[in-house]
């Protein structure tokens, strides 16, 4: 990894796409030098062009332009956003084919440009096309990184914060899993500072009780469904994830976040690339932490491996 440059590459210029570069653009710091590709070249010069007009009032002084694969050579990081959208009543499955194929398009010529950093994977469904990028590109698996549940696991943290009236900053839980109608939101694991949110509900006194948990964790589960219906697609929220993530890997920081990697055998499985809790740093995934999950969880999170395994299957 170049890690004076800090080069990012984007792939796919589309609404996710762009407001990840919008996000890194106004956080500012992250990367020096951006690069915009897609089928489109106009449209990536059109979104350049954009973005540099407004860097004199951002926190960034950044290199933007609209590029060929051949600029992949010497970047850190390969983010891609690439892919057909998400149709109302569609699940991320759903998308499994019609994505396959266009990342067969974009694989091969990055891999041939002599890259040599991290692919970070945002498309639908982003589990399964994180494993075709891994297939694809035959990088070692802690280099090829989906970004799995962790918009999943923001919108947990935001609901719980909400329902406990605390900064969500100072919730700690995870939603694991396939990041699709399989995940789940341990409750085992779900802290309010160095309490566990456990010790909380068992205290009749506040009002608070495990089903509105459940309830909780269905609205993370359908909240992608929701917004689709009301606005015909999510950005924002996943911009800001990919941004964290890209963050968290040029500036080596060592964060947890859940996305999604392939299993080695954590969690009784192998193989199958999924939204788990990881530490994340200049090399990719560093280590996937294995929590400790209840039987019930356990099983739920097997029931998720078994659904991305039997959609995978066929695929390359």
Wanted: net charge negative.
């Amino acid at each position: 990894m170049n890690s004076g440059k800090r080069k990012v590459v984007l792939i796919g210029t589309g609404m996710v796409g762009m407001s990840f570069a919008y996000a890194l653009v106004n956080q500012g710091g992250i990367c020096n030098e951006l690069v915009l590709i897609d089928v489109n070249k106009k449209r990536a010069e059109g979104e350049a062009m954009d973005l540099n007009h407004g860097l004199a009032f951002g926190k960034s002084n950044m290199k933007i332009y609209a590029g060929e694969y051949s600029d992949c050579k010497d970047a850190d990081i390969i983010v891609i956003a690439a892919g057909v959208a998400q149709k109302e009543g569609e699940t991320r499955l759903d998308l499994l084919q019609r994505n396959a194929e266009v990342f067969r398009s974009i694989i091969t010529p990055v891999v041939k440009s002599g890259f040599d950093g991290i692919f970070l994977v945002a498309t639908n469904p982003v589990d399964i096309m994180t494993r075709v990028t891994y297939e694809l590109s035959r990088f070692g698996a802690s280099r090829v990184i989906g970004t799995g549940t962790s918009l999943d696991t923001a919108r947990l943290r935001y609901l719980l914060g909400d329902y406990f009236m605390v900064d969500p900053k100072n919730i700690h839980a995870y939603v694991m899993g396939e990041h699709g109608d399989s995940e789940f939101a341990p409750l085992s694991q779900m802290m309010l500072a160095t309490k566990r949110i456990t010790e909380v509900l068992e205290d009749k006194c506040n009002g608070y009780c495990v089903e509105d948990m459940k309830k909780i964790e269905e609205q993370v589960r359908t909240a992608a469904y929701k917004i689709i219906e009301a606005k015909n697609a999510t950005y924002y929220g996943i911009g800001m994830a990919i941004t964290r993530i890209v963050k968290a890997i040029l500036g080596d920081e060592n964060s947890v976040l859940t996305v999604s990697a392939k299993l080695c055998g954590e969690y009784d499985s192998k193989n199958v690339f999924i939204g788990v809790p990881c530490i994340i740093g200049r090399n990719g995934v560093k280590e996937i932490i294995e929590l400790s999950l209840t039987d019930e969880e356990m099983e739920s999170f097997k029931n998720s491996v078994d659904v991305l395994e039997q959609s995978f299957e066929g695929v390359i």
